[in-house]
């Protein structure tokens, strides 16, 4: 295996991420399994073969429509159909929306077993198989049920984005972006420049990199009751985009709602003063030369009301927007999002 990082956490619980130029290098690592359930993303089904110990496999149609309470039921009975018990290991095998219900299905079955994620997106590797967050939408809204609960590893390969549609990458590149731009001014400039770039040199350091700031996040702050709540870095806006679209029959993805919530938010930081130069026009640029759709196609008001729903409003109405003070910093901002309708 290549780059390994682990970081311990509160509650006797590490944090591990690993690293391997092909998805081979992780068998080694599952040999001593004595029970392993394969939860595949059927997009990429046969991407890994196991030759033994595996008591289950169940290839999963993923969808946002998809992504419900109703499937992770389904693979906990798989799970307990095939006899997996609490020393077996479930292995999620796809993206970000495979990871999260995988995850938490793994969570909740005889009260949790382990699970590993191998994310197969570019979004997945430098955002959502990470962290420990699990979870499934609820009536259209993102991510309402769940729980957060470490993989024993998340294993990172490049190989396996070599075959992901051009679309998928780029809405992966928008969730590498907003890593750095709420922790690292220079790596933020390296990404650009490498998204920028037909070969896109030095992807997979970029990709490491971005694993390790959110790693040592949720490290100081595992249960999102701080510092890692900056990693929403435009997901309030990004979820409601994503709410709207939904309700509209459109098709937008999450990571093109998460390049329109990133400049929605400098948007916001510079109308209320919070950036200290104006942060908007360079990233709406930057975000052009990567190829990202930045500019929100839906009304403010109709944003607003989907964020009044969203887990992250208060009892007082007031969402938590973070905001960049500058590029490498963000800054927690609550706010009523009827006020969005006037400063947007």
Same mark, same amino acid.
């Given at each position: ?21 092909? *998805?081979?290098?992780?068998? /080694? ?25 595996? =008591? %289950? &496999? ?8 998809? =992504? ?39 969570? !909740? ?9 191998? /994310? ?24 309402? $049920? ?9 294993? $990172? ?7 992901? /549609? ?14 750095? *731009? ?12 490498? *998204?920028?770039?037909?070969?896109? /040199?030095? $992807? ?12 040592? !996040?949720?490290?100081?702050?595992? &249960?999102?009751? %701080?510092?890692?709540? =900056? ?17 509209? %029959? ?10 329109? %919530? ?5 948007? *916001? ?33 109709? $944003? ?6 969203? =887990? ?33």
């Amino acid at each position: 295996m290549g780059k390994t990082l682990e970081i311990r956490l509160p509650e006797e619980e590490t944090l591990r991420i690993g690293s391997g130029e092909t *998805l081979s290098e992780l068998l /080694p690592l599952l040999a001593e399994e004595k029970e392993l359930f394969v939860i595949c993303d059927a997009a990429v089904d046969g991407f890994l073969c196991f030759d033994r110990n595996v =008591k %289950g &496999f169940v290839s999963v149609e993923v969808s946002e429509e998809t =992504k419900t309470i109703d499937t992770v039921l389904m693979l906990c009975r798989s799970m307990m159909e095939a006899g997996l018990t609490r020393e077996g290991l479930v292995v999620a095998l796809g993206g970000g929306i495979l990871t999260d219900m995988a995850g938490f299905a793994a969570s !909740i079955y005889k009260r949790g077993v382990r699970y590993l994620n191998v /994310p197969t997106t570019l979004l997945a590797q430098v955002d959502a198989g990470l962290g420990g967050k699990t979870g499934v939408n609820f009536d259209s809204y993102k991510n309402m $049920l769940g729980v957060i609960r470490q993989p024993q590893l998340t294993f $990172l390969c490049p190989e396996v984005l070599r075959t992901l /549609p051009e679309r998928d990458f780029r809405s992966g590149a928008a969730e590498l972006l907003k890593t750095f *731009l709420l922790a690292d001014a220079t790596l933020y400039g390296k990404a650009v420049a490498c *998204l920028s770039a037909p070969e896109r /040199p030095d $992807l997979g350091a970029l990709i490491f990199e971005a694993a390790r700031i959110k790693a040592e !996040i949720v490290a100081r702050d595992p &249960f999102e009751s %701080g510092e890692r709540r =900056k990693l929403n870095l435009g997901h309030t806006f990004a979820h409601a985009i994503e709410h709207e679209a939904q309700s509209r %029959g459109e098709d937008i993805t999450h990571g093109e709602a998460v390049a329109m %919530g990133l400049l929605l938010a400098a948007r *916001l930081s510079d109308a209320l003063g919070v950036s200290e130069s104006p942060l908007a026009e360079r990233l709406s640029a930057d975000m052009a030369a990567c190829g990202l759709r930045a500019d929100c196609p839906y009304p403010m008001a109709s $944003l607003a009301a989907a964020m009044t729903r969203d =887990k992250k409003a208060g009892a007082d109405g007031r969402v938590r927007f973070i905001l960049l003070r500058r590029i490498g910093e963000a800054v927690e901002f609550p706010l009523d999002p009827d006020e969005l309708i006037d400063k947007l």
